[in-house]
């Protein structure tokens, strides 16, 4: 704890004793501002005139209104900082939603590009297979214009399984149709 400090001082013209655990400096600047302010009034007539008991009363008004309206704009000032304290708290809160959300739309862009590589290795696998079948369906062709002397069974047969491989390659097609589709999508957002 401080030490208590008496000084000596001069207040209205007298010298006074006070003690206090300030600084000298500020039991110092307490006397000047008490005298300053019974300089203040001493410049009036009515101050001049009045009875020593009633220029106290009026100087403890009016360091009374004094602190009464200091109180006030501290409380105020408070109020704005505690008001800058909350604006602070929810632009903060809001900082973290839109990092959280920025670390969301970056997971989500790398799985969508994990997930674009595995369609696009998935679109060279089907077309490879659709050559392939385009090709054996060339075969197909080629072996039924020769075979024509084969029997009925066996080109009903060979009809079967062309109608089969022309109904897989449609089945390719599409799901190729449908993947551009899904790509010209994600493309345009």
Known sequence: MAEKKVIKVLIGGKVMTM?????EE???RVASYINSKIEEYEKTDAFRKASSDIKHRMLELNFADNYFKEKMHVEEL???LKEKLDQLDNSKHECAIRGVMIDDLKND???????QHENEKTILKLQMELKDRDRQLEENKKTNDVKEKVTEPKAAADEKETKEA??????IRDFKDHRDQKQNEKNRR
Do not use: P, T, V, W
């Open 19 to 23: 003690s206090g655990y300030e600084s």
């Open 26 to 28: 500020y039991m110092q």
């Open 78 to 80: 408070e109020q704005n």
């Open 109 to 115: 862009i790398e799985k969508l590009k994990k997930e």
């Open 166 to 171: 022309a109904g897989n390659i449609n089945e």
